[in-house]
C-alpha cells in the first residue's frame, strides 16, 4: 500500500493482545485483525531480541522460503529400503529425534517389535521384545537418512518404500508405503494379521507400483498436492482426492505391466479403500520442500518438526541437523470406538512434516470437513488457518486455499515469531494407542511444547550477528 | 426454536427489501438476515396469492422434497440407448423442452448432424442438415424417456448409456457416456474426430464399463455425490473428485473383465484425463432424486429445469409433464482461448436437473474454486448458495456442505417463492458455440427466464383449492 492510498483508505488496525481495544474500535467500524499475543517465556526475551536483529535474518528467511516454495517433488520409484536408503537388516529408521528403546513409548516399541518379526530376526514377540531391550539392533531417525515415516515410523530393510525427487536440486526423500487404518504397524501393532499385511505389500504391492511408476516414468506429487487442497484434503489427515488423484496417474502403466489382472484389481482395492494411502508420498515431498530450506545462515525458518512418542524436536534452517526438543503433547479429539483419552499416546510420527511445509493443520480452512474426524467445529479449522499466518514467513502461492480466496498456505515457520507471540504450530494427527500391540485409537489435534522454540531461539542467538550500527 | 427461547434469546431478523432498515438494526447489533426481494412480475399477483393459499400447498411440497431426499441412485448397468430406452434409428432424444429443426440453435443442429453422421445415415455433413430440414429424422426430449443429456443432450440408437435406478421404487433414468470437453458433439461439434470418438466409446469404453458395471453388480452415485460435495465439487461445472471416485469404484472389476490391458489402460487415461466424466453419472442421478418428488398435487416444487439453446423449461411436481417454457438466456462466464461473448449460444442442456436436485449452482459454497471456471469471485460462491435457500423448500442433509457448518444443500425450488421473491435459480453451465460445430467456447453463470415460472405459477393457480373457511 503506498502511502497516499494508506492515508485515503479506510484505517485498518493490527491489534496485538488488547482485545477491549479492538473491540472498541470495530464498534466504530474499524477494520480491525486480531493477532494472538502473550509476553515471552522467561528467559526467551534477551534471544529472541538478538535473533531479531540479525541483520542476516530478514534475508536469509526470504531465501529459505523462496527455496522451499521452489522445490519440486517427483515419485521417480519404489524399492526395499534396502536399496533406497542402504538400510542393513537388524537395523531400523524410526520418526521423531533420536531415542534408545528405555524411552521409547508403546506404539513405537509395537511397531519396533512388528519390524523385527517381519524381518525374521525373532519368532515371537517376547523374543524380540527381549532382543531389543538387549541391545541386539540398532536405531535412527528416518530424518537422518532424508526420509519421513507416519506415526511410529518404523522401517526395515525390506520394507518397500516410495522414492521422490525434487529436481531442481536433485535431492531425494523416501516414505514407507502405508497400510492402512486401524491396526497397523505404524500405530504400534504387531499381530499376524499386521505382517501378513506386511509381507503381501512386499511382495505385490510393491514390485507393480515399481513397474508401474518406473513405466509411468514420473509422477509429480508437488501438482497433487496443489489439487488437493482445492479438493478438501489438507494432505495430513485428509488425503482423500490425493489417493485417488494417485491412482489415477499410476494405473495406466500398472494395468499394462503384466501383472496379473487379480493382483492388479486387489492393489486398486487396496489403494482405493485407504483414503490415507497418499500420506505417505505427500510427505516425502514436504521433506524434499522443507530440506530446499535448510542451511541459510541466520534464517529462523523450522524445516523439521518430527515426534518420537517421547519427544518432539524441531531443525531450523540456521541450526543445521541440531534437535531441539521438548516432551511431546498428547493430541486431543476424537476416538474410535470404545477408546478415550486415557488410551492416547503422546504425539508421534514425521507427519508434522505436513505442516512445516505450509499444508496439514496450516490449511485446515481448506478442509473444514476434517473436523469431523479431528474435532471441532467448521469455524475453527478457519480460524486455525488464519492464526498460522502470524507464525509464518511467506504465502505458497502454489498450495492456494479457495475458500480464502485462493491466500497461499502460510508457509515457513518462523521461530522469533513462535517465541514472540506465543502461538505454537496447529498439528493436527493421527493418535496411536499408549500400549504397544493396541494400534489406532484416534485422531485429533495437538502443538509442540514450546521447549522446541526456546531451545532453538537460544541456538540462534548465539549465532547471530550483531545489528550493524551507523557511524 | 420454542416461544421461551423466543423471548430469552438476541432479537433475529429476517429483512426483506428494505435494506436500510436492516443496516439500522445491523448497527445495533441485531443479528440480520438480508433477503433478496423484488414486487412480484405485473400478473403473478393474483396467481401466486392462490396458490400460497392452496391448503394443500405446505403438505404437498413438504411431501414432494421428502420423496426427492430419501431417493437413492444406483448404477446398474450400460448399453446402447436402442436397448436401454427402446430408441429407434433414425429417432434423437436431445436436451431441454420440444423442439423442431427450424427453431434448433447452432450447437443442437451441428450434434444433429454428428448424430446423424455416426448412425451412417448421411455420408456428408451437407446430406446430414439437408435430410434433417427435410424432416426425415424425429426427435424428442430426454426427459420424455425418463432420461437426461448434457449441453445439446444428443443420443441416437447406438449411443451407450449409463442406467441407474432408484432402489426405493425401481424408477429407472439414463445417460449419455461424457465425451470430455472441448469439441465434442454435445457441444455441437461433428468433424471426423468427434465421430471417431463416438465409435471408440461404442465399441471399447461402452462394452468395458457395461462388464465392469455388471461384474461389481451396483456402484452408489448418489453416496458419490454426497462425498464429492466435500471434496470441492459442485457436481455440474467441477466433478474431479466425482469421477475419481467413480473410477476408484468401477475399476476392479474393469480389471479383472477380461478386456485387454491396453484398452482397459485407455479407459483409465480417458476418464482420467476427463474431470466431467462423472457429470454424466451425476445428473440421472438427479433427475431420479427430482423424479421422485413428481405428481404430488398441489405442490409447487420444481421436478425439471432444462434448455434447449432456445427455449428454457421447467415442470412441477403439482403440473406432472406439462413445459412452462420461456426464452433461454445467455450464460456470462469465461471463455476459452479467443472465444468472446458473441460467440456463445444461449444456455443450452439438461445439466440444469443437478440445480433442480439441489447441487450445482445451488452448492457452488462447496466448491470455491469452481469461479475460476465460471467467473466470479469467491464470496460470490458462498452468497449464490445462500441466497437459493430464500426459493427452496428443504436443506437435504444428504447433502451437507462443510463450509456452511454442514449445512444441507438448499432443495426443492418453489414456484411461488421464485415469483414471491424474484430470486431466479442460479445456475452454472458450460457454453457452447452458438454455430454449429464450434464446440464449447467457456463455462458460465445464467438464470431461467422469469416467463417459466410465471407460466407454472398460472397452471398451478388454476387447479389450487381454495382456503377452508371456518364458518
Same mark, same amino acid.
Given at each position: 500500500?503506498?502511502?497516499?492510498?494508506?492515508?485515503?483508505? @479506510?484505517?485498518? =488496525?493490527?491489534?496485538?493482545?488488547?482485545?477491549?481495544?479492538?473491540?472498541?474500535?470495530?464498534?466504530?467500524? =474499524?477494520?480491525?485483525?486480531? +493477532?494472538?499475543?502473550?509476553?515471552?517465556?522467561?528467559?526467551?526475551?534477551?534471544?529472541?531480541?538478538?535473533?531479531?536483529?540479525?541483520? *542476516?535474518?530478514a534475508r536469509a528467511n526470504a531465501t529459505a522460503v523462496e527455496r522451499m516454495m521452489a522445490a519440486g517433488a517427483e515419485l521417480i520409484d519404489v524399492r526395499p529400503a534396502h536399496e533406497a536408503v542402504g538400510l542393513e537388516r537388524g537395523h531400523f529408521l524410526h520418526a521423531g529425534p533420536p531415542i534408545e528403546w528405555?524411552?521409547?513409548?508403546?506404539?513405537?516399541?509395537?511397531?519396533?517389535?512388528?519390524?523385527?518379526?517381519?524381518?525374521?530376526?525373532?519368532?515371537?514377540?517376547?523374543?524380540?521384545?527381549?532382543?531389543?531391550?538387549?541391545?541386539?539392533?540398532?536405531?535412527?531417525? &528416518?530424518?537422518?537418512?532424508?526420509?519421513?515415516?507416519?506415526?511410529?515410523?518404523?522401517?526395515?530393510?525390506?520394507?518397500?518404500?516410495?522414492?521422490?525427487?525434487?529436481?531442481?536440486?536433485?535431492?531425494?526423500?523416501? &516414505?514407507?508405503?502405508?497400510?492402512?487404518?486401524?491396526?497397523?504397524?505404524?500405530?504400534?501393532?504387531?499381530?499376524?494379521?499386521?505382517?501378513?499385511?506386511?509381507?503381501?505389500?512386499?511382495? =505385490?504391492?510393491?514390485?507393480?507400483? *515399481?513397474?508401474?511408476?518406473?513405466?509411468?516414468?514420473?509422477?509429480?506429487?508437488?501438482?497433487?498436492?496443489?489439487?488437493?487442497?482445492?479438493?478438501?484434503?489438507?494432505?495430513?489427515?485428509?488425503?482423500?482426492?490425493? #489417493?485417488?488423484?494417485?491412482?489415477?496417474? +499410476?494405473?495406466?502403466? +500398472?494395468?499394462?505391466?503384466?501383472?496379473?489382472?487379480?493382483?492388479?484389481?486387489?492393489?486398486?482395492?487396496?489403494?482405493?479403500?485407504?483414503?490415507?494411502?497418499?500420506?505417505?508420498?505427500?510427505?516425502?515431498? &514436504?521433506?524434499?520442500?522443507?530440506?530446499?530450506?535448510?542451511? +541459510? @545462515?541466520?534464517?529462523?525458518?523450522?524445516?523439521?518438526?518430527?515426534?518420537?512418542?517421547?519427544?518432539?524436536?524441531?531443525? #531450523?534452517?540456521?541450526?543445521?541437523?541440531?534437535?531441539?526438543?521438548?516432551?511431546?503433547?498428547?493430541?486431543?479429539?476424537?476416538?474410535?470406538?470404545?477408546?478415550?483419552?486415557?488410551?492416547?499416546?503422546?504425539?508421534?510420527?514425521?507427519?508434522?512434516?505436513?505442516?512445516?511445509?505450509?499444508?496439514?493443520?496450516?490449511?485446515?480452512?481448506?478442509?473444514?470437513?476434517?473436523?469431523?474426524?479431528?474435532?471441532?467445529?467448521?469455524?475453527?479449522?478457519?480460524?486455525?488457518?488464519?492464526?498460522?499466518?502470524?507464525?509464518?514467513?511467506?504465502?505458497?502461492?502454489r498450495f492456494g486455499v479457495p475458500i480464502l480466496s485462493f491466500r497461499g498456505a502460510p508457509t515457513g515457520i518462523d521461530v522469533a515469531k513462535v517465541v514472540e507471540t506465543g502461538v505454537l504450530p496447529q498439528i493436527n494427527t493421527g493418535m496411536a494407542g499408549r500400549l504397544a500391540g493396541v494400534g489406532q485409537v484416534?485422531?485429533?489435534?495437538?502443538?509442540? @511444547?514450546?521447549? &522446541?522454540?526456546?531451545?532453538?531461539?537460544?541456538?540462534?542467538?548465539?549465532?547471530?550477528?550483531?545489528?550493524?550500527?551507523?557511524?
Open positions: 500500500m503506498s502511502t497516499r492510498e494508506l492515508l485515503s483508505a @479506510p484505517p485498518s =488496525v493490527v491489534a496485538v493482545g488488547a482485545s477491549l481495544l479492538s473491540e472498541g474500535m470495530r464498534a466504530q467500524g =474499524v477494520d480491525v485483525t486480531d +493477532v494472538q499475543w502473550a509476553p515471552p517465556a522467561d528467559g526467551t526475551s534477551e534471544p529472541l531480541s538478538r535473533v531479531v536483529a540479525d541483520p *542476516r535474518r528405555e524411552r521409547m513409548s508403546g506404539p513405537l516399541r509395537g511397531a519396533m517389535i512388528g519390524a523385527v518379526l517381519f524381518e525374521g530376526l525373532a519368532r515371537t514377540p517376547e523374543e524380540a521384545e527381549a532382543e531389543l531391550a538387549r541391545g541386539t539392533f540398532t536405531f535412527e531417525p &528416518c530424518h537422518h537418512r532424508g526420509a519421513v515415516g507416519p506415526m511410529a515410523g518404523v522401517v526395515s530393510s525390506s520394507m518397500w518404500m516410495f522414492e521422490l525427487t525434487d529436481p531442481a536440486s536433485g535431492r531425494r526423500s523416501w &516414505c514407507s508405503l502405508n497400510e492402512g487404518l486401524g491396526k497397523v504397524l505404524r500405530y504400534g501393532a504387531y499381530e499376524e494379521s499386521v505382517i501378513t499385511r506386511l509381507r503381501w505389500m512386499t511382495e =505385490v504391492l510393491g514390485p507393480i507400483l *515399481r513397474d508401474g511408476v518406473r513405466a509411468t516414468g514420473s509422477i509429480d506429487i508437488m501438482a497433487i498436492i496443489a489439487q488437493m487442497v482445492q479438493m478438501g484434503d489438507e494432505g495430513h489427515n485428509r488425503n482423500r482426492a490425493g #489417493t485417488l488423484m494417485f491412482m489415477r496417474d +499410476v494405473l495406466p502403466a +500398472v494395468v499394462e505391466s503384466g501383472a496379473s489382472p487379480a493382483d492388479v484389481a486387489e492393489v486398486v482395492r487396496f489403494i482405493g479403500g485407504n483414503d490415507h494411502f497418499f500420506l505417505n508420498l505427500g510427505m516425502p515431498a &514436504c521433506k524434499l520442500l522443507t530440506s530446499a530450506g535448510a542451511g +541459510v @545462515p541466520g534464517s529462523s525458518v523450522v524445516t523439521v518438526m518430527a515426534r518420537n512418542g517421547t519427544d518432539f524436536g524441531i531443525q #531450523t534452517s540456521g541450526t543445521g541437523d541440531q534437535w531441539f526438543t521438548g516432551p511431546a503433547n498428547t493430541p486431543e479429539g476424537l476416538f474410535l470406538g470404545d477408546f478415550g483419552p486415557q488410551d492416547a499416546n503422546p504425539d508421534i510420527g514425521d507427519s508434522a512434516i505436513t505442516e512445516t511445509a505450509g499444508i496439514g493443520g496450516f490449511v485446515m480452512a481448506t478442509a473444514p470437513a476434517i473436523v469431523r474426524f479431528v474435532g471441532g467445529e467448521v469455524p475453527d479449522a478457519l480460524e486455525a488457518t488464519r492464526l498460522m499466518y502470524q507464525i509464518t514467513t511467506a504465502e505458497n502461492p484416534g485422531a485429533g489435534l495437538v502443538n509442540p @511444547p514450546a521447549e &522446541c522454540f526456546e531451545g532453538a531461539i537460544a541456538a540462534l542467538a548465539e549465532q547471530a550477528e550483531d545489528p550493524v550500527r551507523i557511524a
